[in-house]
């Protein structure tokens, strides 16, 4: 499969561009590009720079973004179903009504990123930073988050069940209402000390 590589697009209009599994690049920047409503199907991008891109109703479906950096994007009622998005980070992007169901998102950094009302599901986070991340009444179900950073993150109303909390220290985040089972209820308990049972 050729690769592109290290090419520069800027201001272009890519709304409603199909890509897939023949569609690959590796340190490419993507500056104030709109992929409104565009759609990804096994495409890959590695080392990539995306800057001020408009991602707003796209869809990504088992498509590779792995050690990318989003600066300035809108993820506006995007969608990413089995996607690689490892080693990423977003920064100072916008995220509403973000769908994310599957995949593996490890080690990625949305440190702050404003995920509220998101739906994460089934989604493996391991070692994700989350750091003060606004998750409040997001769906953050049977997640992975087993390393992950998360002090100072919201998760008031947040659904968090079937999730791995084992990194979640309840002191140190603000997660009045979220609802978690009881199997993470007695994780949650050990964390502060108590013996359950």
Known sequence: MPITRDLAVRGEDWYGR???AGDAYAGCVFYDTDWT??????ASFDGCTFSGVRFNASRHTGTAFTNCTFRRCVFFDARFE???VVGSQFRESVFGLLVV???DWSYAGLTGADLRKAELDGVRLREADLAGA???EAAVRRCDLSGAQLRGARLRRADLRGSDLSALDPRTVEAAGARID???AAVLAT???Y???
């Open 82 to 84: 089995q996607c690689k």
């Open 191 to 193: 964390a502060l000390g």
């Open 182 to 184: 009881l199997e993470q």
């Open 134 to 136: 606004r998750l409040e």
């Open 18 to 20: 199909e890509l897939g």
């Open 101 to 103: 169901d599957g995949g």
């Open 37 to 42: 409503e565009g759609v990804s199907e096994g």
């Open 195 to 197: 013996e359950v049972g």
